[in-house]
């Protein structure tokens, strides 16, 4: 089994940064792929960045591209999200996710991924 914790959220004014981690425990994800999603109000979930098994390989989605940096650091067993200039639009609940089957698969689904964290609210207010 694997664990996984998310931390980091809270209330920011457009504009401002954010650094999500995201803590694993269990089994070892080195291997693995990783990305964060997030599902605002009334939305479902979608996609926002993966990273691959040794962090050399990074994906986004086009709304988050060139403002938002996934990183991981097997070492410390820690998957991050930097979040910089956060938009309004940005407010949602993200949660981090291991592709359990691809060390390097690229996935924007959320059925790619196998274990979940609870989330961490992230609002932007205008």
């Known amino acids: 089994q694997v664990q996984l914790v998310e931390s980091g959220g809270g209330l920011v004014q457009a504009g401002d940064s954010l650094t999500l981690s995201c803590a694993a425990s269990g089994r070892p994800l080195s291997s693995h792929a990783m990305g964060w999603f997030r599902q605002g109000p009334g939305k479902e979930r979608e996609f926002v960045a993966t990273?691959?098994?040794?962090?050399?390989?990074?994906y986004y989605a086009d709304s988050v591209k060139g403002r938002f940096t996934i990183s991981r650091d097997n070492a410390k067993s820690t998957l991050y999200l930097q979040m910089n200039n956060l938009k309004p639009e940005d407010t949602a609940v993200y949660y981090c996710a291991v592709d359990w089957s691809y060390r390097d698969r690229d996935s924007t689904r959320v059925d790619d991924y196998m274990y979940w964290g609870q989330g961490t609210q992230v609002t932007v207010s205008s």
């Open positions: 990273v691959n098994w040794n962090g050399g390989r990074t």
